[in-house]
């Protein structure tokens, strides 16, 4: 059986479950970091305004920011550098400069000298509310935070947070990214878990399906729980039961409809045998007459007289034989030989054998029966210039015969018919040569089917082999 689908259930399931964990991730990640970046830029902002404070109180900011171009060689100015440079180090910050109303750097913990200019983005003169940067990475990609006090009519003082005050967003986000890959491992393991769990419980349930429909009517299958897929599997249960009744109360109605036909078959073969072997002689005993010799019309319609009678023989032997239960008389078979005897019924006919050859007990009148049907319907279907194949695979506990052409294939409307007894779709037959070989074949404990195959037909004689020599 074909399988339905390209994707199992269970990575289908997979799939979507990833695809929803992603997206969740990705707009988390995008609503969380922006919620943390503003938290900790609100963070910051406090303590730089803190430790700006502090520096106004801890440092002679009056002094500091007097300082005018030419001061940096005083002994006082180096002092106080060296105090700037102190302070920026024990409270985290990067960099610290203290500026004129200008604009003009009066002091700086980096080394820019009194009446340089400095060219940061300053508040508007008079106004006396700080000016803040937003936390953000520069050009290197790191992190960066400022903000620009003013001192009241003193200057301006700028203190920019450092590395080491910075990098807790770094350890923050490493963590958090852990978290995240820890979160979306779990994630995974149990996704996987419950696919597993979830799409092995639909396998089984799809398996018993797909043998169910080869024909396996006592497929069971049992899954525990009280979810969809208990109530499917006990569904499930009772439609194979169902069908099984079904199928073996059609099966004794199909033996008992066939034994009762196979007893009129016989009962009219018998009536009709009798009359049609006296027409028979009676037409052989016109033919030898004078009047009959003498004259050419009369002696043809005598002779297809007696074609017809022999061809109505041939079918009332025909039905014989299917109403007769085959007697098997098993032996060990020679399967060479029987391929070269039915392969002398069709020359052109193409013969597959392994390298290795069975001698399985069967019947081997019942068998060439069987393979010479099978041969003359395949090339009357493939035609004088077609192809017959006539072969044999051997099983561990099977042999398969089979017969293929590369005719134009049995008929949709037929395949379900060609084995009926009187079911043909030829101008000429009795329709039972399938009947009959179906016959023998399920006498000997096998199975007769049509095979599906890309050309032409293919039919195919499984039987069993208990016994070798």
Same mark, same amino acid.
């Given at each position: 059986?074909?399988?339905?689908?390209?994707?199992?259930?269970?990575?289908?399931?997979?799939?979507?479950?990833?695809?929803?964990?992603?997206?969740?991730?990705?707009?988390?990640?995008?609503?969380?970091?922006? +919620?943390?970046?503003?938290?900790?830029?609100?963070?910051?902002?406090?303590?730089?305004?803190?430790?700006?404070?502090?520096?106004?109180?801890?440092?002679?900011?009056?002094?500091?920011?007097?300082?005018?171009?030419?001061?940096?060689?005083?002994?006082?100015?180096?002092?106080?550098?060296?105090?700037?440079?102190?302070?920026?180090?024990?409270?985290?910050?990067?960099?610290?400069?203290?500026?004129?109303?200008q604009g003009h750097v009066c002091l700086d913990n980096l080394g820019l000298l009194p009446g340089a200019a400095a060219g940061f983005e300053l508040p508007v003169p008079g106004n006396y509310t700080p000016r803040?940067?937003?936390?953000?990475?520069?050009?290197?990609?790191?992190?960066?935070?400022?903000?620009?006090?003013?001192?009241?009519?003193?200057?301006?003082?700028?203190?920019?947070?450092?590395?080491?005050?910075?990098?807790?967003?770094?350890?923050?986000?490493?963590?958090?990214?852990?978290?995240?890959?820890?979160?979306?491992?779990?994630s995974l393991g149990l996704s996987w878990f419950l696919v597993y769990f979830l799409g092995k419980r639909i396998s089984r349930l799809s398996r018993a399906f797909q043998s169910l429909q080869s024909g396996h009517?006592?497929?069971?299958?049992?899954?525990?729980?009280?979810?969809?897929?208990?109530?499917?599997?006990?569904?499930?249960?009772?439609?194979?039961?169902?069908?099984?009744?079904?199928?073996?109360?059609?099966?004794?109605?199909?033996?008992?409809?066939?034994?009762? +036909?196979?007893?009129?078959?016989?009962?009219?073969?018998?009536?009709?045998?009798?009359?049609?072997?006296?027409?028979?002689?009676?037409?052989?005993?016109?033919?030898?007459?004078?009047?009959?010799?003498?004259?050419?019309?009369?002696?043809?319609?005598?002779?297809?007289?007696?074609?017809?009678?022999?061809?109505?023989?041939?079918?009332?032997?025909?039905?014989?034989?299917?109403?007769?239960?085959?007697? +098997?008389?098993?032996?060990?078979?020679?399967?060479?030989?029987?391929?070269?005897?039915?392969?002398?019924?069709?020359?052109?006919?193409?013969?597959?054998?392994?390298?290795?050859?069975?001698?399985?007990?069967?019947?081997?009148?019942?068998?060439?029966?069987?393979?010479?049907?099978?041969?003359?319907?395949?090339?009357?279907?493939?035609?004088?210039?077609?192809?017959?194949?006539?072969?044999?695979?051997?099983?561990?506990?099977?042999?398969?015969?089979?017969?293929?052409?590369?005719?134009?294939?049995?008929?949709?409307?037929?395949?379900?018919?060609?084995?009926?007894?009187?079911?043909?779709?030829?101008?000429?037959?009795?329709?039972?040569?399938?009947?009959?070989?179906?016959?023998?074949?399920?006498?000997?404990?096998?199975? +007769?089917?049509?095979?599906?195959?890309?050309?032409?037909?293919?039919?195919?004689?499984?039987?069993?082999?208990?016994?070798?020599?």
């Amino acid at each position: 059986m074909r399988r339905p689908f390209t994707w199992s259930l269970r990575w289908q399931i997979l799939a979507a479950m990833l695809l929803v964990l992603s997206a969740s991730l990705l707009l988390h990640t995008w609503i969380t970091d922006n +919620l943390f970046l503003s938290a900790l830029d609100r963070q910051f902002t406090a303590r730089l305004s803190l430790l700006a404070r502090q520096a106004e109180s801890d440092l002679p900011m009056h002094r500091m920011a007097a300082y005018v171009s030419g001061d940096e060689e005083t002994r006082i100015f180096q002092q106080d550098r060296e105090h700037l440079r102190r302070f920026a180090h024990d409270q985290q910050l990067d960099r610290i400069t203290i500026l004129s109303n200008q604009g003009h750097v009066c002091l700086d913990n980096l080394g820019l000298l009194p009446g340089a200019a400095a060219g940061f983005e300053l508040p508007v003169p008079g106004n006396y509310t700080p000016r803040l940067t937003m936390l953000h990475r520069n050009r290197r990609g790191e992190w960066q935070k400022a903000i620009t006090l003013p001192l009241n009519n003193r200057g301006l003082l700028r203190i920019s947070a450092g590395f080491k005050m910075l990098n807790v967003i770094n350890r923050i986000r490493t963590r958090r990214l852990l978290a995240l890959a820890v979160g979306i491992l779990l994630s995974l393991g149990l996704s996987w878990f419950l696919v597993y769990f979830l799409g092995k419980r639909i396998s089984r349930l799809s398996r018993a399906f797909q043998s169910l429909q080869s024909g396996h009517g006592n497929t069971r299958v049992r899954l525990s729980g009280r979810d969809e897929i208990a109530y499917l599997s006990q569904a499930f249960n009772e439609m194979a039961s169902e069908l099984e009744t079904r199928a073996e109360r059609d099966r004794q109605e199909q033996e008992q409809r066939l034994s009762e +036909l196979k007893v009129l078959s016989s009962g009219v073969a018998h009536e009709i045998r009798n009359p049609l072997a006296a027409i028979g002689s009676l037409a052989d005993l016109l033919v030898r007459q004078d009047t009959i010799k003498s004259s050419s019309d009369t002696r043809d319609l005598v002779s297809r007289l007696r074609n017809e009678v022999d061809r109505v023989d041939k079918i009332v032997v025909e039905v014989l034989a299917y109403a007769r239960q085959p007697k +098997l008389n098993r032996a060990g078979l020679d399967i060479i030989e029987l391929f070269n005897e039915v392969k002398s019924i069709d020359p052109n006919c193409r013969l597959a054998l392994p390298e290795t050859l069975p001698r399985p007990f069967l019947d081997r009148a019942g068998i060439a029966t069987v393979l010479r049907n099978l041969v003359l319907n395949a090339r009357e279907a493939a035609g004088p210039q077609g192809e017959v194949t006539l072969g044999i695979r051997v099983r561990p506990a099977r042999i398969l015969f089979f017969v293929a052409d590369n005719g134009p294939g049995v008929p949709a409307e037929s395949v379900k018919n060609i084995f009926q007894p009187f079911y043909s779709h030829k101008t000429r037959g009795s329709g039972l040569g399938l009947a009959i070989a179906r016959n023998i074949i399920e006498t000997h404990g096998g199975r +007769l089917r049509l095979a599906d195959s890309a050309q032409g037909a293919l039919f195919v004689a499984g039987l069993p082999r208990p016994k070798e020599d």
